[in-house]
């Protein structure tokens, strides 16, 4: 079990619909990421919220719309989503910099989109 | 330009049969190198930090060590269940806050 919790683990969206992905950790964790993750590719950074706000998006298309409602919690905003945006979503989450090293990533499950 | 380089893309074992996956970077400043383990759709799963050059970990069959320019994943005596991709993963200096630069993987299967 990991402690980073995603929910749907799948979903399927027509291109017109609006649904959104959760993340949660209890790790105390105060940076969260949003990735991208293809078949057979690395995870690719889409957004990381720093203490509950918007620190880097990787220039995303405004059909998805990140949320940090508090440190605990995560949300992806999807609307009019394009077929080719179907892949593993990825909720991830680690401390913040610490003085010269930088602390490891924890990732959830994943949530699985397929855009019809 | 940072970047991590993984190889062999994908390796086939036998079971019992002893190997070793590479990642080698180039980075401005290495903070830390990270190694995941990830099972077909599910996400990455924490293995290993190595901070210094010379650093070892160790976590049943698998010993991750670290130099000034690779690290390799050593693999003892694999089992089918240790069939996964493999991935390395640094945060650079000069990418700026949060940015952790993968590799591209490396693709195990281990035969019985």
């Known amino acids: 079990d990991t402690e980073v919790t995603q929910t749907p683990k799948h979903l399927v969206m027509g291109m017109t619909n609006k649904k959104s992905l959760k993340c949660e950790q209890h790790?105390?964790?105060?940076?969260m990421y949003w990735y991208k993750q293809k078949a057979k590719k690395p995870p690719e950074l889409m957004f990381v919220y720093s203490y509950e706000k918007l620190s880097i998006n990787e220039s995303v298309p405004s059909r998805f719309s990140p949320e940090c409602p508090n440190s605990s919690l995560l949300n992806l905003h999807l609307h009019a989503l394009q077929p080719e945006d179907s892949a593993l979503y990825l909720c991830?989450?680690?401390?913040?910099?610490?003085?010269?090293?930088?602390?490891?990533?924890?990732f959830g499950n994943g949530t699985r989109l397929t855009v019809t | 330009e940072d970047q991590v380089t993984q190889s062999p893309e994908a390796l086939r074992l036998q079971e019992g049969e002893s190997s070793s996956l590479n990642c080698s970077y180039t980075?401005?400043?290495?903070?830390?190198l990270f190694w995941y383990r990830q099972d077909p759709g599910k996400g990455p799963e924490f293995l290993f930090t190595l901070y210094s050059a010379g650093e070892e970990k160790e976590k049943e069959r698998l010993k991750a060590t670290l130099t000034k320019k690779e690290s390799f994943l050593h693999i003892t005596a694999p089992k089918p269940e240790d069939s996964a991709t493999y991935l390395c993963?640094?945060?650079?200096?000069?990418?700026?806050?949060?940015?952790?630069?993968f590799g591209t993987g490396t693709r195990l299967k281990v035969l019985a």
């Open positions: 790790m105390g964790h105060r940076a």
């Open positions: 993963a640094v945060p650079p200096l000069t990418s700026g806050t949060y940015k952790y630069i």
């Open positions: 991830a989450s680690s401390q913040d910099r610490g003085q010269g090293v930088d602390s490891p990533l924890h």
């Open positions: 980075v401005s400043g290495l903070r830390g």
